[in-house]
């Protein structure tokens, strides 16, 4: 053997192996610098593949794990990157229980069936008269008042005033002195329709009862009436509505609640404040500790022909005090000689801070002052969609319904655009689907976008019922339905939106994948840096070449 060359071969390849050929190429150079950090790399595999002595068969079962692990990693990668731009926020359970008197009592707002007297209007005794032809029998006010009945009765009860005379005077052929000395249009106009609904309520708050935790109260210090889509209603503990509504609103209130309330959705009740905040508050739970309201309903006023499908007494719901009810879409029913008791229990929805750095459309929610509504002062989803139904009904009758707010520019719809408003409760939806569905409909739309509010109260009630009358003598002119709401339990667990990933958590996520798939750490990324930066400078400072020193061939 011939060691001599066998040694001059083996200082040559060590030779090389400390330096670079002086005719390298860069491409030469790449590669000596690339071997380099592999087989000083703590990223796992990689000196497994540039090591000499290595077979092609070992080399490439290294780098086909490699590059298995790389793929992994950045599906993994993928799938939190998405997870993070698509839901960065995250709902879940508090850690801790809520007492209910962080929260205010629910406000209740409860709606009489009988929505008229019968010294105002005989409802059947009218409605059988008109459907025989009879209207000339009928007095000017009741004729008008009926018509009024018309926005609340179902709608195949009522034609027109007018058009039942018009028709009338042609069947005979000959004018019928019915508006003599009248203005027809009377029956058409209701701006007064609110004194109307006042004038001729069926259910007086002086004939009423009330308890508030176990101390009898006067039904009028405690309920304030209100105007909504059923009509005159009385709620407890809502806040006022100059509270609730803009200085634009035009409607007419019937009477003024306490004002400037010491609860708002985004900050709660002021702290080290007890006794004598509002909206109330409740700090027992159990029957002892309810509201309790009974409201007696005449049984000559009781009408049965005026709705299908609906349970005479009352109906009661039951929203958080910053809301306009709607009691036509949620409430239920107590009906007449029943008492209905109300367990509730509330479900609050917090934020922590860092969800109000997200947009909304990321976080899914809005704060109470963030956005700015034409006609409320606070927004909650349930009064946006209320200012979103009242601008839908102005672009389509090109008036409002008695209950909405409106501006000065807004009339009240009369009696003759009660079939266009009808119309567009029926289009609404299908307005709402199509704004949903394409953006950029140019057809009426009422561009909502009503998110949910960031902070919000709901209230979730077990309901039971059972019989109970009214002693003598009311029990003889009277019908009885009652009403008991109170706390189930004195705490209750929250749910909280916070951040799916924090920074921390982001960066915690990422560096476990590549720590799993790789052995990736900060430490490796430092390898990286040393290699595109210090060990290439240290390299043309030490040597003249950025790859290493020039060794001749």
Request: glycine share 4%; hydrophobic share 35%; with cysteine.
């Amino acid at each position: 053997m011939n060691l001599e060359g066998e040694n001059e071969v083996n200082l040559k390849e060590r030779k090389y192996s400390l330096g670079i050929p002086e005719k390298a190429t860069f491409w030469d150079g790449v590669k000596k610098h690339v071997k380099s950090y592999c087989e000083v790399s703590s990223i796992q595999g990689l000196n497994y593949m540039v090591k000499d002595g290595v077979t092609w068969f070992e080399r490439f079962w290294w780098i086909f794990v490699f590059i298995l692990c790389i793929g992994g990693c950045s599906y993994m990668v993928f799938e939190v990157v998405e997870k993070w731009i698509t839901t960065p926020v995250l709902v879940t359970l508090a850690t801790k229980e809520t007492s209910i008197h962080q929260v205010p009592f629910p406000a209740v707002t409860i709606c009489p069936e009988t929505k008229i007297s019968r010294s105002c209007l005989n409802y059947t005794e009218t409605l059988k008269k008109r459907r025989r032809g009879d209207v000339l029998e009928v007095e000017f006010e009741e004729n008008l008042n009926f018509d009024y009945m018309s926005l609340l009765c179902k709608t195949e009860n009522h034609r027109s005033t007018t058009d039942l005379i018009n028709e009338a005077a042609a069947a005979i052929n000959e004018t019928i002195p019915y508006f003599e000395g009248r203005d027809p249009t009377e029956l058409l106009k209701l701006d007064d329709y609110s004194d109307f609904l006042d004038k001729c309520k069926s259910v007086s708050l002086d004939k009423s009862y009330c308890t508030w935790m176990g101390v009898d109260l006067n039904c009028e210090d405690i309920l304030t009436p209100i105007l909504t889509d059923e009509g005159l209603c009385y709620t407890f503990n809502m806040l006022d509505v100059r509270d609730i509504y803009n200085d634009v609103n035009q409607m007419r209130y019937y009477k003024e609640g306490r004002r400037n309330p010491d609860w708002s959705p985004d900050e709660g009740y002021p702290e080290g404040v007890i006794n004598d905040v509002y909206p109330r508050r409740a700090f027992l739970n159990g029957a002892k500790n309810s509201l309790i309201v009974v409201l007696l309903t005449k049984k000559s006023d009781i009408v049965y022909s005026c709705r299908d499908f609906a349970l005479q007494g009352i109906r009661v719901s039951l929203h958080m005090p910053a809301r306009i009810p709607r009691p036509s879409q949620v409430f239920f029913s107590v009906g007449l000689d029943r008492l209905t008791s109300v367990a509730v229990t509330p479900t609050l929805m917090t934020t922590t801070p860092t969800v109000k750095e997200y947009e909304p459309q990321e976080r899914n929610c809005y704060y109470g002052t963030e956005r700015k509504l034409k006609f409320f002062k606070l927004y909650t989803q349930s009064n946006c969609n209320l200012e979103c139904w009242t601008n839908y009904t102005i672009q389509y009758c090109g008036c409002s319904h008695f209950y909405m707010p409106r501006d000065a520019n807004t009339s009240i719809c009369s009696l003759n655009k009660r079939f266009c408003l009808e119309e567009a409760r029926v289009n609404y939806p299908l307005s709402i689907l199509t704004e949903r569905l394409k953006k950029d409909s140019k057809e009426i739309t009422s561009h909502c976008d009503c998110l949910p509010i960031c902070t919000d109260v709901k209230y979730n009630a077990e309901i039971s019922s059972g019989k109970w009358e009214v002693n003598a003598p009311l029990s003889e002119e009277y019908r009885a339905s009652a009403v008991k709401v109170f706390f189930k339990n004195s705490y209750f667990l929250p749910t909280e939106k916070s951040e799916l990933y924090g920074i921390t958590d982001f960066i915690s996520n990422i560096g476990g994948i590549l720590g799993l798939f790789t052995g990736f750490s900060l430490f490796s990324l430092a390898e990286i840096i040393y290699f595109l930066s210090v060990r290439v400078i240290e390299n043309y400072r030490r040597y003249g070449y950025w790859a290493g020193e020039r060794v001749s061939d």
